[in-house]
């Protein structure tokens, strides 16, 4: 056996290759020849990439100097600073729906920023552009607070909306995060200045965002929305849909105060420091009595639109009603009152506006069936409380005399309930007018479980017997200077109407429905049922007001004795009539007008004042089926110093062709007459 040792092996290696060196099998990598070539590679690739660096640097440094180059020789860069802010504004602030709250300006003002440098440095720039904060439960901390940041010193307008989050700030809080966007504009608050708070979402979410507002003159409008069912918003809400919110600050300038599904003491501190109040929507709970809200209401004088809902009837406050001063509101405009019938009736009755427009719309709830009777009586309460919240005569303020006569005067004008167009006007011996108010009444009422609107004839005050017990405040209202009547086309008037309006001296102008005419043709001739046109003492003092025991009452024996103007209104084309059996066209009572009026002419004299009756000046027949005959034509020209009719025409297309261009195209609108139809220019 032959052993062969290990050590051996090397020699017999170099034995078997002899070309191959010693030591050639494996190299040496810590040799001095291999570092300094390493060394030198690494710092050959080092100064490459610096010098590709500075170069990429230089490069784009020449683009920035070509992009400013650019900008500066581009007609936008040539805009000077204030300019470009204001067109900024202008394209990022979109106004401010009231029944709107979406985001306006999220994402809006950062893409303003990625336009270009210059548009980025004139952004940053200009505090205006971030005053209006929007967030929801979603909104980053950083955002909040980086328009806070942007927006200073100008004040900041703050949108929240958190409908369908159902969450608060210290909900959201826990979900991950430390801080959201809530709890930054919560802390926010009191650091800046706030110019206006818009809210909607659930009570919770409220009380953690505010709970007092910030003390100072930027606050000018709050607006706060509960969640619950906007359809709702306008009408009388239940108890279940209210909830009551305490508001504390000082805040002499705000300007507008809305409070949507939550109701609020008129006792607030809130209320009270608002001096500056122009525009108020607040729903008034149960527990406050007409004294508290009487006295909130001298606190803000220079309210112009106010709208007051009540939950419940409210309560007197005081055994003795009278105890409660007037409330002057001279510069009022508008007033919306939702409620029970006999709560708005006694606020309006407190409240002097003697002003010269004046929208008043009362939304009145009462109990459901309640009998026809009881409607007439608050119809008739409520014109008592308009005439004396209007009164004015002979240029003296409410308060010395409060009796009050409408000018205009239109019943049953809309479908819904009824609409008043009232004006007072006082001229002196011809001369120019001394003072004229002009109020626009809009009433209804609604069933308090169903919220049913109750139809106008139902309730109709002045076709009403005045209730005795209640003339002392019916005696407010009087039509002794009534001018100008309409009627709508959608009721039925009793007789008892026609006669007392026909009994009004100043009446000048009638506009009525020709389903109509046919009542008041007696009247026009002079030759009223005395059953209907009576008047007891009672009516005389709902008709004259103060004046019922005056000569003047009595004057008037013969009916329409100013009468001058009439306009009949024929149905449209496609319209069914209202209401079965009332259906009249013009040709079907024109000729018994003109009959009426030949028997005017010969019953005036029979009357001590009939000769001061003239022919009317102006009779109009609006849609007619065909055209008057000649003769019937002639007949009036002796009886009328000017006569229009229209006629009913089909709605078809009709191409009116001038020479030369522009042509004119009328096309018609379905269900409409001619004299509706829309003319275009092409």
Request: with cysteine.
């Amino acid at each position: 056996m032959v052993t062969v040792h290990a050590t051996a092996w090397a020699p017999t290696c170099s034995l078997l290759m002899p070309s191959v060196p010693m030591g050639s099998c494996r190299t040496d990598p810590h040799s001095p020849p291999n570092v300094a070539a390493t060394l030198l590679q690494f710092l050959t690739v080092k100064r490459t990439i610096m010098e590709s660096e500075a170069s990429q640097q230089d490069i784009d440094a020449r683009i920035t100097l070509l992009q400013r180059r650019r900008n500066a020789l581009s007609p936008a860069g040539r805009v000077p600073v204030e300019v470009l802010s204001e067109i900024l504004l202008l394209s990022t602030r979109t106004p401010d729906v009231p029944n709107q709250f979406k985001q306006r300006t999220e994402n809006y003002i950062p893409t303003l920023c990625h336009v270009s440098h210059f548009w980025r440095s004139v952004a940053l720039g200009c505090p205006r552009l971030w005053v209006e904060v929007d967030l929801n439960a979603t909104t980053e901390a950083r955002r909040v607070e980086f328009a806070f940041e942007q927006a200073q010193p100008m004040p900041v307008s703050l949108h929240v909306d958190l409908e369908g989050s159902g969450g608060s700030p210290s909900s959201h809080s826990t979900r991950g995060q430390s801080i959201t966007g809530l709890d930054t504009a919560a802390r926010l608050i009191w650091e800046t200045k706030l110019s206006s708070l818009n809210f909607r979402g659930s009570m919770e979410s409220l009380q953690g965002l505010i709970l007092v507002l910030p003390n100072g003159p930027s606050l000018r409008a709050v607006r706060i929305i509960l969640s619950g069912e906007p359809d709702r918003d306008w009408r009388w809400e239940g108890p279940n849909l209210s909830r009551h919110i305490v508001l504390q600050g000082n805040v002499p300038q705000l300007r507008s105060l809305v409070l949507t599904r939550c109701t609020i003491s008129p006792m607030s501190p809130l209320i009270h420091s608002a001096s500056s109040l122009t525009d108020a929507d607040l729903m008034i709970p149960q527990s406050s009595n007409i004294t508290e809200l009487t006295d909130a209401l001298r606190k803000i004088p220079r309210i112009e639109a106010l709208t007051l809902r009540f939950v419940h009837p409210l309560q007197r406050g005081s055994p003795n009603e009278a105890s409660v001063s007037a409330v002057p509101m001279p510069s009022i405009t508008s007033l919306i009152l939702i409620g029970p019938a006999l709560t708005t009736t006694m606020l309006l009755s407190f409240l002097r506006m003697p002003v010269l427009l004046l929208n008043i719309q009362l939304h009145c709830v009462v109990a459901q069936g309640e009998a026809r009777e009881g409607l007439l009586d608050i119809g008739g309460r409520i014109f008592g409380a308009v005439g004396q919240a209007r009164s004015l005569k002979n240029g003296r303020s409410p308060d010395d005399t409060p009796s009050f006569s409408p000018h205009d005067f239109g019943v049953g004008i809309q479908s819904s309930g009824g609409r008043y167009f009232v004006g007072f006007s006082k001229v002196v011996k011809g001369e120019a007018i001394q003072s004229t108010l002009i109020t626009t009444l809009t009433l209804s009422f609604m069933e308090q479980e169903t919220l049913r609107v109750v139809r106008c004839e139902d309730w109709l005050p002045l076709a009403a017997m005045p209730d005795p017990e209640h003339s002392q405040v019916q005696g407010f209202w009087s039509v002794a200077e009534l001018g100008v009547l309409q009627t709508g086309d959608a009721f039925q008037y009793p007789d008892a109407f026609w006669g007392r309006v026909s009994a009004c001296p100043a009446l000048v102008t009638v506009r009525i429905a020709a389903k109509d005419v046919l009542k008041l043709l007696p009247y026009i001739a002079g030759k009223p049922d005395h059953k209907s046109s009576s008047f007891s003492q009672d009516e005389d003092r709902m008709l004259w007001g103060e004046d019922a025991d005056t000569p003047q009452a009595s004057e008037c024996a013969f009916p329409f004795p100013s009468l001058r103007r009439v306009e009949v209104q024929g149905p449209n084309l496609g319209q069914h009539p209202p209401c079965a059996g009332t259906h009249a066209s013009c040709n079907s009572v024109l000729e018994p007008f003109v009959q009426a009026l030949e028997e005017r002419r010969k019953s005036a004299m029979l009357y001590p004042r009939g000769g001061e009756v003239k022919t009317l000046d102006s009779l109009t027949f609006l849609n007619c089926d065909s055209a008057p005959s000649k003769a019937l034509v002639g007949t009036l020209s002796t009886l009328v110093h000017r006569f229009v009719w229209t006629r009913r025409k089909p709605a078809a297309p009709i191409a009116i062709r001038a020479q030369p261009k522009p042509r004119l195209v009328v096309r018609p609108v379905p269900g409409r007459s001619i004299m509706d139809e829309q003319i275009l220019i092409l």
